[in-house]
């Protein structure tokens, strides 16, 4: 089983940090592959439009997600984690995102990358309460995993949640994160994941 995560937030030790490595602990004690990117300490940029992958499939930027593109094509399971940044995700996450148009025109255009048996996630938390806070970064995420053929199948979602390291003071996320790597790693299938309802 092989995991491909994404770390979103430019806060190291903060929320989205702490979430993520609790559902990668859980995911690597229970066997699986992990590779984890943390982004803010990559140099990229998002999609240029420069057209340059249209007849390709292949994105004629090289940076640092230049060998991402291969482990998004052969992971069993891919977690993006993202605090919300004015209601949407971090601007390095979805400048990740973005970088997913060459897959895009695999896809859809060139038609030679077919959907396969593998799943997506998304970590994600906010300071405030309101009902849509998760709204719209699950449009986009929904979307991007589309794009490189794997399935959305939600994720874990927390609200109130502001200061450096309050996930902690949560009173379920990070054992619920932990919980979910270590089912989603033993193989058990996605309708029986815990997952929050956003
Ligand atoms: C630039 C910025 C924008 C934010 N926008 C929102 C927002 O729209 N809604 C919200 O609930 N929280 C918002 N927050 C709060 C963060 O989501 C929250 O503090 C979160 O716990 C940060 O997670 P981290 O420690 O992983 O970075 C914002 C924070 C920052 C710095």
């Known amino acids: 089983m092989k995991i491909l995560a994404f770390q979103g937030s430019p806060r190291f030790g903060g929320n989205t940090d702490l979430l993520l490595s609790a559902f990668l602990r859980g995911a690597e004690e229970a066997g699986a592959e992990v590779r984890r990117y943390d982004l803010y300490r990559m140099d990229y940029k998002g999609c240029l439009e420069c057209g340059g992958c249209d007849r390709t499939g ?6 640092d997600l230049t060998p991402v593109y291969t482990d998004l094509l052969d992971s069993d399971v891919i977690v993006l984690a993202s605090p919300i940044f004015f209601y949407n995700l971090t601007s390095r996450t979805q400048a990740l995102v973005e970088r997913a148009q060459a897959l895009w025109v695999r896809r859809y255009v060139l038609k030679n ?17 309101g009902k849509k806070l998760f709204e719209g970064v699950q449009r986009v995420v929904r979307y991007f995993f589309d794009a490189v053929g794997v399935t959305y199948r939600g994720g874990l979602f927390y609200r109130g949640i502001e200061k450096r390291g309050a996930v902690r003071e949560h009173p379920t996320a990070l054992s619920e994160a932990e919980a979910l ?3 989603v790693a033993g193989g058990l299938p996605p309708e029986r994941w815990s997952l929050s309802d956003p």
Do not use: F, I, K, M
Not at 58 to 63: K, S
Not at 116 to 128: E, N, W
């Open 58 to 63: 292949e994105c004629v930027l090289e940076d």
């Open 113 to 129: 990358l077919s959907p396969r048996d593998a799943h997506g996630l998304l970590l994600c938390l906010g300071a405030t309460r």
């Open 181 to 183: 790597g270590r089912a």
